[in-house]
């Protein structure tokens, strides 16, 4: 079993910065990929980005250039540097790791408005 925690979601206004964190306990390892993807109103679960086990990054291309995930795996901890944020990011914001399953963290909110 693996539990995921996410927090530092909140209001920002557009162009502002947020930070995420995704605490994994558990069957987790730094082999295992771990990542995020969001959710917003009335639209399906996407991708934002994700790092796999040899540490590579990926990312949505919507998030290319304003996001930047990392990973301490000392700690188990994922973060999302969320940079230059447009309304378009609102949404809610899980943590995702993959193991034998899929596992999903609670979710955190993600609002970007004026």
């Known amino acids: 079993q693996v539990q995921l925690v996410e927090s530092g979601g909140g209001l920002v206004q557009p162009g502002g910065s947020l930070r995420l964190s995704c605490a994994a306990s558990?069957?987790?390892?730094?082999?295992?990929?771990m990542g995020w993807y969001r959710q917003a109103p009335e639209k399906e679960r996407e991708l934002v980005a994700l790092i796999i086990g040899d540490g590579t990054p990926k990312y949505a291309d919507s998030v290319k250039g304003r996001f930047t995930i990392s990973r301490d795996n000392a700690k188990n901890i994922v973060a999302l540097q969320m940079n230059s944020l447009k309304p378009e990011d609102t949404g809610v914001y899980y943590c995702y790791a993959e193991t034998w399953r899929n596992y999903w963290g609670q979710g955190t909110q993600v609002t970007v408005s004026s």
């Open positions: 558990g069957s987790i390892f730094s082999t295992n990929t």
